[in-house]
């Protein structure tokens, strides 16, 4: 009887640690389209229900602006400092995707539709589209531990 008790906590826990390790809640490493080339470190949230998105840290190559604003935004983010700003927003989790979102792009201060997907517990496939979700570009972030 004791044994059964233990191997059903034990189950419980293996599910509990698997459950938080497929969400998208952290701090992402994206990568420039050169595959290469760090560009920033996102911080995704959850806020009410969803699920929002960050940036904590730029990389910046030497003598270029190390904090820059967002010049090219056309909304309230229109020359703030792109550190600390979000640009993922209103996602919702359904099944294994976070969409029905946005996703900013601060180097041209356009919005688009997006959603994530959890490729492994440590790589986050992001898709940004305009219109349909064929038409569009992926981008893979990794998580930081």
């Known amino acids: 009887m004791n ?7 034990a189950l419980c826990l293996l ?6 390790a497929q969400d998208v809640i952290g701090v992402w490493k994206t990568i ?18 969803k ?3 960050k940036i904590v840290k730029l990389f910046r190559p030497p003598g270029e602006e190390q904090n820059p604003k ?4 056309t909304d309230e983010k229109k020359d703030q400092p792109i550190l600390g700003m ?20 601060p180097e041209n201060g356009k919005y688009y539709k997006c959603f994530l ?8 496939k992001v898709r940004g589209y305009m219109g349909f979700s064929l038409i ?3 981008q893979y972030w990794y998580r930081i531990n």
């Open 51 to 53: 699920y929002f998105g």
């Open 117 to 124: 997907e959890l490729i492994e517990p440590d790589k986050l």
């Open 86 to 105: 979000e640009v993922l927003s209103s996602l919702i989790k359904k099944d294994q995707y976070w969409q029905d979102g946005k996703i900013m792009d």
């Open 136 to 138: 569009g570009r992926t």
């Open 70 to 73: 967002c010049i090219e935004c």
């Open 32 to 49: 420039d389209d050169d595959g290469e080339t760090i560009k920033s470190h996102i911080e995704v949230f959850e806020k009410d229900g």
């Open 15 to 20: 599910v509990a640690f698997q459950t938080n």
């Open 3 to 9: 044994q059964s008790i233990v191997c059903t906590l």
